[in-house]
């Protein structure tokens, strides 16, 4: 649950491929990505997995797909009844496989209705939003096969363990106190530190009282190699 603040995008996913492997070693499960739809990140997410010759299954967030939903809903609903109605029924839409279908209601709305010129952006936004990443919103069979749609677990383990501690009111972090706090947060919450602190306190005590050497594998010194006369 840890990763490094000053790392960038590829670092960090480089990262998460690393404990996934250490949790499946011979990549016989079934490897989840959730992502949010970003082009660089998709390019990063791919590359990695083809570099580990892996076998992934990226499903776009819905939650992320609802957000804009949301945003076209208010293009052609002022009063929240009606919107609400309208997300509901192009998610559950979406939901059963049928993007194209949200999509082609879209523009059909769209082209019907009486919008401003930001309106239309942002329909189209949503569109685009959904052809590009047509791939990955197969949501019927991913909920058939079992598999996470949205991230919402990760979230709120983000807010557990970075926000509760690094948004205090008035608190100052720099990026290494900030990773060496995060750091033991994660041992706690992921129940590894009574461990850890065997493994640290053991090699603090090697650090500072090293074991001696067998004589046979001391070096020796110039003085018995070279008797002062």
């Given at each position: 649950?840890?990763?490094?603040?000053?790392?960038?995008?590829?670092?960090?996913?480089?990262?998460?491929?690393?404990?996934?492997?250490?949790?499946?070693?011979?990549?016989?499960?079934?490897?989840?990505?959730?992502?949010?739809g970003?082009?660089?990140?998709?390019?990063?997410?791919?590359?990695?997995?083809?570099?580990?010759?892996?076998?992934?299954?990226?499903?776009?967030?819905?939650?992320?797909?609802?957000?804009?939903?949301?945003?076209?809903?208010?293009?052609?609903?002022?009063?929240?009844?009606?919107?609400?109605?309208?997300?509901?029924f192009?998610?559950?839409?979406?939901?059963?496989?049928?993007?194209?279908?949200?999509?082609?209601?879209?523009?059909?709305?769209?082209?019907?209705?009486?919008?401003?010129?930001?309106?239309?952006?942002?329909?189209?936004?949503?569109?685009?939003?959904?052809?590009?990443?047509?791939?990955?919103?197969?949501?019927?069979?991913?909920?058939?096969?079992?598999?996470?749609?949205?991230?919402?677990i990760?979230?709120?383990?983000?807010?557990?363990?970075?926000?509760?501690?690094?948004?205090?009111?008035?608190?100052?972090?720099?990026?290494?106190?900030?990773?060496?706090?995060?750091?033991?947060?994660?041992?706690?919450?992921?129940?590894?530190?009574?461990?850890?602190?065997?493994?640290?306190?053991?090699?603090?005590?090697?650090?500072?009282?090293?074991?001696?050497?067998?004589?046979?594998?001391?070096?020796p010194?110039?003085?018995?190699?070279?008797?002062?006369?």
């Open positions: 649950m840890s990763r490094h603040l000053d790392h960038d995008a590829d670092q960090v996913i480089a990262a998460a491929f690393d404990e996934a492997e250490a949790r499946d070693r011979q990549h016989r499960r079934c490897w989840v990505v959730l992502v949010e970003a082009a660089h990140q998709l390019e990063l997410v791919q590359k990695e997995a083809a570099r580990r010759a892996v076998t992934i299954h990226i499903i776009l967030d819905i939650v992320h797909v609802i957000e804009k939903l949301w945003a076209s809903a208010r293009c052609f609903h002022t009063a929240a009844g009606p919107a609400e109605i309208w997300v509901g192009q998610a559950a839409r979406i939901l059963a496989g049928d993007t194209p279908g949200t999509v082609r209601d879209l523009r059909g709305e769209a082209a019907r209705g009486h919008l401003t010129d930001e309106q239309h952006a942002t329909i189209d936004k949503t569109c685009r939003y959904l052809e590009n990443n047509a791939a990955f919103v197969h949501y019927d069979q991913a909920l058939a096969a079992g598999r996470p749609i949205a991230s919402g990760v979230e709120g383990a983000e807010r557990h363990l970075v926000a509760d501690r690094l948004d205090i009111t008035g608190s100052r972090w720099s990026v290494p106190g900030a990773e060496a706090v995060l750091t033991r947060r994660a041992l706690i919450s992921n129940g590894d530190f009574p461990q850890y602190w065997t493994f640290h306190t053991h090699r603090e005590r090697e650090r500072l009282s090293p074991p001696a050497r067998p004589a046979h594998l001391r070096t010194s110039l003085t018995s190699e070279f008797p002062l006369p």
